[in-house]
């Protein structure tokens, strides 16, 4: 602003004088900003009629615009303006351009989808979303598992199975992992024997008289492993108990103890308390049959199969 | 004629009018929620929470898990694809107070229940690192070594049964919750049998995983393990709460 408008700009004063000289000056609001807030008024009393505004005794004006949806019966509704109506047609609007893919996905067998280049890039891009929100809490990003907590997903071996229809069930109504504990069934020596005998599996340098001891009393009646591990201790799917002859440990952490004593320990730690854990919860429900067996290629790619 | 000037000059009207004006911008805007009809949905499966997860409802004020976590699905799509069906107020009916909460530094909870293992929630409490690597919470691992003290839980549902939460006290209440939840709910809400109840549902589930005692994770698990589950969604057409709206 120039210093001749400035002195231009004389301000008048309201004409209120009090304690004889107290005066206050009239600055009148800008015009741009007194139309500014006539429109915001009128902009309110549109708003009022085309949203939900005022509440009249047990109701309240549900305004002129409207929003029209399909509900999952396929029946057609226009109801007033409201934000769970437009979750709906949004939702349509989504479930429409996702709706090639998952009536492809729905009406291909699982190996299909996995030889399919496109099926399988749209399992990868939706999968991940999928894996990441409720999966890999447990399982970890990229389905590493956690050593004490959640399987694997990425090796070949598979508690329960690692087919696709393996996993599918697996998804659909969870797991829960369970053993037996053998304390005060075993004595201190036994399990010993025992845990050399699995980790002579993997060729610890164990003392070979004790892991003889562990094979007899693995398929012994007294300790009865191989009731659930199989004769050759490979496990048994059906009932998910654990392949011990694999280099690959799930409760007792084996890899990171140094010593054979601290490995034998891990194992007898196990077998001790045995097992009421390993809980993967069940997802129909929460997630549709389509999501699922969309996440069961998606894990069968991380590594299933086996 | 009325002249501005009596307001300005007159510090008791203008006290007044003010507090007037502004009270009925609340009046307006909060009162009616009271007397629409169709605020509160009808739906099946809301109960009040049981003698346990009530304690764990305590402890989870205690600690503050609304200051980052809140319980209120907001219709979004994005909500809706995350965290399951969008809230319904009579999911939250009987909570004195609600914990939708606003600040949303961690997920929602108002769907956890069940997601998760009992398992992976105490772990996760413990030591949330351990299973998510990128996580900003807290550790609270002495909620698996303090015992709950529940030695006040009947005053404590005596409490919320004076704001309207329906624990029984006579024979007469019980009888109304027997017809209104079923008998096994009903037992549940009964402030006289709330101590063997909540010993007992500790007991039977055992949600920390160590059955020799009742620890506050028992309690606050137990609590989050229900938070969401108790309406069946799929009893319900996808648009039948859009007509509360």
New interface residues.
């Given amino acids: 602003m120039s210093a001749s408008k400035q002195q231009a700009h004389v301000p008048q004063t309201t004409g ?1 004088v009090w304690d004889g000289d107290l005066q206050e000056y009239n600055n009148p609001l800008p015009n741009w900003w007194l139309m500014a807030f006539y429109a915001s008024v009128v902009f309110a009393v549109i708003y009022w009629f085309m949203y ?1 505004a005022w ?1 009249i ?4 004006t549900t305004g002129f615009k409207t929003i029209t ?1 399909v ?3 396929g029946v057609e ?1 226009t ?1 007033h303006w ?7 047609q ?2 349509n609007e ?1 479930v429409k351009a996702q709706k090639p893919y998952f009536d492809k996905l729905s009406s291909m067998s699982f190996e299909q989808i996995a030889k399919d280049p496109e099926m399988n890039s749209f399992v990868l891009s939706a999968g991940k ?1 999928l894996f990441s ?2 999966c ?3 399982h ?1 990003q990229g389905g590493a598992g ?1 050593v004490g ?1 959640a399987p694997n997903l990425t090796d070949d071996d598979w508690l329960y199975g690692g087919h696709f229809s393996e996993i599918n069930h697996t998804i659909t109504y969870g797991r829960h992992g369970y053993m037996p504990p053998f304390a005060g069934v075993l004595t201190d020596q036994q399990m010993t024997e025992l845990a050399d005998y699995i980790l002579s599996f993997e060729k610890y340098p164990v003392n070979p008289a004790s892991a003889e001891a562990g094979n007899q009393l693995f398929h012994s009646e007294t300790a009865a492993c191989y009731y659930c591990h199989g004769a050759d201790a490979k496990g048994r799917k059906v009932i998910g108990s654990a392949n011990l002859t694999d280099s690959i440990w799930l409760w007792a952490n084996v890899p990171a103890a140094k010593t054979i004593a601290d490995k034998e320990a891990a194992i007898k730690t196990v077998i001790t308390g045995g097992l009421n ?6 997802w129909q ?2 997630l549709s049959t389509d999501q699922i067996k969309l996440l069961t290629v998606y894990v069968h790619d991380l590594g299933g199969g086996q | 004629m009325f002249k501005h000037e009596w307001l300005e000059t007159n510090i008791g009207l203008l006290t007044i009018l003010t507090m007037l004006a502004i009270s009925i911008g609340g009046l307006v805007e909060i009162a009616p929620l009271f007397f629409i009809k169709n605020t509160v949905e009808k739906v099946d499966g809301v109960r009040p929470y049981t003698p346990l997860e009530l304690r764990g409802r305590d402890i989870y004020q205690r600690e503050g898990c609304y200051l980052c976590h809140s319980q209120m699905i907001r219709p979004f799509r994005d909500e809706a694809l995350r965290y399951g069906h969008y809230s319904l107020a009579a999911e939250s009916q009987y909570d004195h107070p609600f914990q939708w909460g606003s600040k949303r530094t961690g997920p929602d909870l108002a769907r956890v229940g069940k997601k998760y293992s009992n398992e992976w929630m105490v772990a996760h409490l413990v030591s949330p690192r351990s299973l998510v690597p990128e996580s900003v919470m807290p550790n609270f691992p002495w909620l698996l070594t303090t015992q709950l003290d529940y030695s006040d839980i009947e005053d404590r549902m005596r409490a919320l049964r004076i704001a309207g939460v329906p624990y029984s006290l006579t024979k007469a209440e019980y009888d109304a919750n027997v017809k209104k939840f079923g008998k096994q709910t009903a037992d549940m809400l009964d402030i006289n049998k709330a101590r063997q109840n909540l010993i007992k549902q500790a007991e039977d589930n055992d949600y920390d995983g160590d059955p020799s005692n009742i620890s506050e994770m028992d309690a606050l698990v137990a609590y989050l393990q229900v938070l969401g589950t108790m309406v069946d969604f799929s009893k319900y057409d996808d648009d039948e709460f859009v007509k509360y709206r």
């Fill in positions: 209120h939900p509440p005794a047990g109701t309240f949806y509900n999952n019966k509704k109801v409201n934000t769970r109506a437009l979750l709906l949004e939702t989504a979303e929100d409720n890999a809490p447990c970890q956690k907590f854990r390993g809980v993967m919860p069940t429900g929460r």
